[in-house]
């Protein structure tokens, strides 16, 4: 079973910039879609952006859209480059793989990381 490990969290200000990289333990085929999520106290946890590997295509909710950047830099590394970061940004950042094409709903994915916390203070 492969295992995504997120890192790159940590406590920025407003406007500022985080990278977080996700990581695959291994190369797996099956990873089609790779997909950045956040969960926020008290919320739902959330689609943020996602990029479909065989392709390159991304997809990013309204939110984020402008600002936050995923993209892939081998066979088993991602990122999501997260610039002019707003306090609404804060929260638990997860990547999570399936096999098929991209969605926005959580149970679509069969593999996620641990979590890493992005705070932003105003």
């Known amino acids: 079973q492969v295992q995504l490990v997120e890192s790159g969290g940590g406590s920025v200000q407003a406007g500022g910039s985080l990278r977080l990289p996700c990581v695959a333990s291994?190369?797996?085929?099956?990873?089609?879609?790779l997909g950045w999520f956040r969960q926020a106290p008290g919320k739902e946890r959330e689609g943020v952006a996602s990029?479909?590997?065989?392709?390159?295509?991304t997809t990013y909710a309204d939110s984020v859209k402008g600002r936050f950047t995923i993209a892939q830099h081998n066979v088993n590394t991602w990122h999501l480059q997260m610039n002019s970061l707003k306090p609404e940004d804060a929260a638990v950042y997860y990547c999570a793989a399936r096999a098929g094409y991209c969605t926005e709903n959580i149970y679509d994915y069969n593999t996620w990381g641990q979590g890493t916390q992005v705070t932003v203070s105003s």
């Open positions: 990029i479909y590997t065989r392709s390159g295509t």
């Open positions: 291994r190369y797996t085929y099956y990873i089609n879609c």
